[in-house]
């Protein structure tokens, strides 16, 4: 059954809210009634917050009876990654680590957006501590692809993109290291967005890669992500590595329009690896960026091929000391033994889940004395190169074209015995978050098996503006032909 | 079977990271980093002389704050979520084991 | 046998004296009540990201520039390791990039010590170890307090250019005057703010090699400190006269029986994974800042004596003590308002100890100029300037008021005579050598004029006598 406000854009939600012309109550029962109907199928939550979001969507109705503006997302649901803390709500990364853990605090993120009158919704369920690209690392069982519930719905923000992709919230946040946001939007067929690093403050998400981590919107539309966007992004104090530029104005000029841009689609991406129908979209979508106006050629980031290779050494470096925390001493579980040390690994033993365990065990090896030089110091330098030519190329092109996954959705349980081949799923992703840069994943029509594909857009630091314009443009270009296959239907 | 890591490579470094793996866990672990090891291994050939490693993607410096107190957590809070307290601190087995 | 050299390089770990912690806003402050100072920071919970403090920042500029160091553009490392009074479960610390480098100390006596680094890091929790009479190898269980952690340190580590147990002491000392003087720290060992680890090495007198060294832990005074390099030096010299080698080992002091002991190494050899901190940018302070602490550094230590010194004339280890004291100031105002700086530097190393209370530099002056006059006797000039500390006012007026005045020369020397004539068994036993006797007649002298004759000036008329005396 379709309920009166889900699958209606975010924009319009808040609109009538503050308008007074729909209660922000109401709202949060309807989306409650389709995730009551889809979600034993679906999985997308760890946990819902049904009660705080009446409650919140209470005061959002009274506020507004008051006269008052509860914000630009006034009584939106907004799904929420389970690795953004949230007070009093508990935080698990998906992991037994941290089952039952209460953050005493909120991400920042949380707080703008309750700013910003949305209302969380639920926990969305993820691959443990963000380790993934299908959702399946999860402690509390894999989340399943609302077009297809035989079929992953990537990852590791999986159960964001399926909530959005099944109405169960018009919103969602995700969290992007290696393209955790755009790949589970692709494969589910709602537009993703990895902010340039800095752009969101990364204060309260708990941390996989912290140089490469970044939070970022999942939303049904372009307009709608760049509206969630607007409100999360800017500087914040509390995080050191946040960009000092004021929060971009991105919802103005989404229907630009990409006469004149340079696009140059990225053959490095286009190769070995992805799959025929994948590619033809995204060949579809160069022609469609082509007949906007755009000047669009093919290009070369050489350097993009060893993207993967760095990436798989520096974010479990950095996760392997991130992680090394979950210890038993001060919060989660712990695992009793006779003394610290072998209390810290009987926790840690029985905590972690195989992914997790894995990458710990990569990063700690590259990391360690006589591998650090070949291993992550190496990668490292392979990063300086991908930098070099991203800007190489940004001096052609404003903006990159390429998949954002090679393939559609896959089923569940095909790589879960072969880390390595769920490991290259991230090949097309993984550049920007090296590079620090933006990109977003837009639906581009469906694969040969009729799932969704998404093209993914790529941008130089800070042009998020640029990029989700032609995003917009694309999206349009499927609306248009949505029409004409319906207009030439009897 | 490639010699990037070995068993005894992969117990060893178990134990840096305070993991315990099963015999079916470290033959399966020696394996997969290895397969990873391998492909990793591609940046090996790519000539990186002179090149700067990049540490961080942000092009910032002096990220500052000023030297002024803030509230911190109550104490009541942050010890409930320990597993084990005493005298309002956070409770540990014995640091080190008991005399060889 | 032959000859050693004990080879010593110290590494001092200082709290700084911020407000608050290397990056997080909790108060930085001893002694609170366990777990109160505390964040999702500093507790290293889930999600949490680190802001450097930029009062630490400066104190540790502050303190390398003081020690004549470079202050270089810095990195913060994290150094991974699994310890319980360690939130992270690693240490935010500059590892390959400090943030001061190659400076020096010099000691009052005249001693320069390399400093190879001054670099900035977080300290720990702290641990307590319940059981087992408190021994961390004995404890039943152990409780953490983590109000420590996160408390911004400086790690300044000296080159191995300290040569004896009472060099190191005197290093620790200056050091502490230096953090003292730039208010870097409150460098107080008996709290921890102040922590000092010993490289201790031996080598054949006259070798440039060194030998193999040991790192000497859990020193918590400037006397332990001491003891533990002069036990380890005779260690090491035993086990290299016995004909067997040093090993390279952690060592630690223990108080109580006066030895060090290896430490158990802790489950596996360190590895401790150094690499750059993804979650904090580059420091570099720049040159406007730079010159602006520069500009805010008071004199220091060193700098003070050599003053002092050229001023005033006086021994260097006098020079040293006034320092300390912080009377310097004092000192050459009162030279500056004509005072005798000699003296005044004797009165300010041995009767001033408990304070200048209402004293101020143109009475100490006058009173030293009464006493180089000879107006007072020096005991005299002592009883003045304590009434000065209490309550101020006219060294001559003060002087007047107790019944001062100095002995006149015949005056004096009948006071001895009839001392001498008093007494004939103490001068026959002043006459055979024995100089204890000489106290005995000054005191006579002393009761006898009550108090007003110079203790100096009755010596050199014993001896006179004496001299005049047919043998
Ligand atoms: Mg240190
Ligand atoms: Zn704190």
Sequence with gaps: ?490 | MSERITAEDVTHVAGLARLELSDDELERFTVQLAAVLDHAADVEALDTEGVAPTAHPLPLANVLRDDVARPGLERAEVLAAAPAVEADRFRVPPVLGPPA | MSDWETVVGLEVHCELATATKLFCGCRNAFGDEPNTNVCPVCLGLPGSLPVLNRGAVELAVRLGLALGCRVEPSLFHRKNYFYPDMPKDYQVSQYDRPINVDGALELPDGTRVGIERAHLEEDTGKSTHVGGGGRIHEADHSLVDYNRAGVPLVEIVSRPDLRSAEQARAYVNELRAVLLATGASDARMEEGSLRVDANISVRPAGFSTFGTRCEVKNLNSTRSLGRAIDYEARRQIALLEAGEQVAQQTRHWDEADGRTHPLRSKEEAYDYRYFPEPDLVPLAPDDAWLGQVRAGLPPLPAERRRRLAEATGSVPAAVAVVVERGLDDLVLGALAAGGDGRRLVVHAEHDLAGGTGALDPEAFAALSRLEADGALTATQAKAVLAELVAGGGDPAAVAERLGFRALGGDELAGAVDAAIAANPDAWDRYLAGDAKVSGFFVGQVMRATRGQADGKAVTALLAQRAAATPG
């Design chain 1, 1 to 490: 059954m379709r309920h009166a406000s889900t699958y209606l854009p975010a924009a319009e939600i808040a609109d009538s809210v503050r308008r007074g012309e729909r209660a922000a109550v109401e709202v949060v029962e309807e989306h409650l009634a389709t995730i009551a109907e889809r979600e034993p199928e679906v999985h997308a939550f760890n946990a819902l917050t049904d009660a705080q979001a009446r409650m919140a969507a209470e005061l959002i109705d009274r506020r507004v009876a008051a006269g008052e503006d509860p914000g630009p997302l006034a009584g939106v649901p907004v799904a929420l990654k389970d690795n953004l803390c949230t007070a009093g709500v508990p935080t698990t990364c998906s992991s037994r680590i941290l089952e039952g853990w209460l953050p005493p605090y909120d991400a920042t993120v949380v707080t703008r957006l309750g700013l910003a009158g949305a209302i969380a919704i639920g926990k969305t369920n993820l691959d443990e501590f963000a380790m993934g690209s299908s959702t399946e690392n999860s402690a509390f069982g894999p989340t399943h692809n609302p077009h297809d519930a035989s079929r992953v719905p990537g990852g590791s923000s999986g159960g964001s993109a399926a909530a959005v992709a099944a109405g169960f919230a018009p919103l969602a946040l995700g969290s992007d290291t290696g393209g955790s946001i755009r790949q589970p939007a692709a494969l589910c067929g709602v537009v993703g967005v990895k902010p340039t690093y800095g752009r969101v403050s990364r204060y309260g998400l708990i941390a996989f890669a912290s140089s490469l981590d970044q939070i970022g919107p999942l939303a049904p539309t372009v307009a709608d992500a760049a509206l969630l966007l607007e409100v999360v992004a800017g500087h914040d104090p509390l995080d050191s590595t946040s960009v000092p530029e004021p929060p971009p104005s991105l919802v103005a000029g989404l229907d630009d329009g990409v006469e004149g841009l340079r696009v140059g689609v990225v053959a490095e991406l286009m190769g070995q690896g992805v799959a025929p129908d994948v590619r033809r979209r995204v060949e579809a979508a160069a022609e469609a960026l082509a007949g906007a106006g755009a000047k669009v050629e093919e290009t070369s980031v050489a350097a993009l091929a060893y993207g993967l290779s760095a990436y798989y050494l520096i974010a479990p470096a950095e996760a392997s000391s991130n992680l090394a925390r979950y210890d038993g001493v001060r919060y989660g579980l712990r695992v009793d033994a006779p003394t610290t040390a072998t209390m810290n690994v009987a926790t840690r033993t029985a905590g972690f889940g195989p992914e997790v365990k894995r990458r710990i065990m990569l990063g700690t090896y590259a990391l360690s004395a006589g591998y650090y030089d070949a291993y992550y110091g190496k990668a490292q330098k392979v990063r300086t190169l991908v930098i070099r030519d991203f800007a190489a190329a940004y001096e052609s092109f404003d903006l990159l074209l390429s998949p954002t996954s090679p393939t559609t959705a896959f089923p569940l349980g095909a790589k879960a015995a072969d880390p390595l081949s769920m490991y290259l799923s991230d090949v097309c992703t993984i550049p920007s978050n090296l590079a620090g840069d933006p990109a977003v994943s837009v639906p581009f029509g469906t694969g040969d098996d009729g799932l969704p594909v998404g093209v993914q857009i790529l941008a130089p630091a800070l042009a998020e503006a640029t990029m989700l314009r032609a995003a917009a443009v694309l999206e349009d270009a499927m609306l248009d032909q949505a029409m004409a296959r319906a207009e030439a239907t009897p």
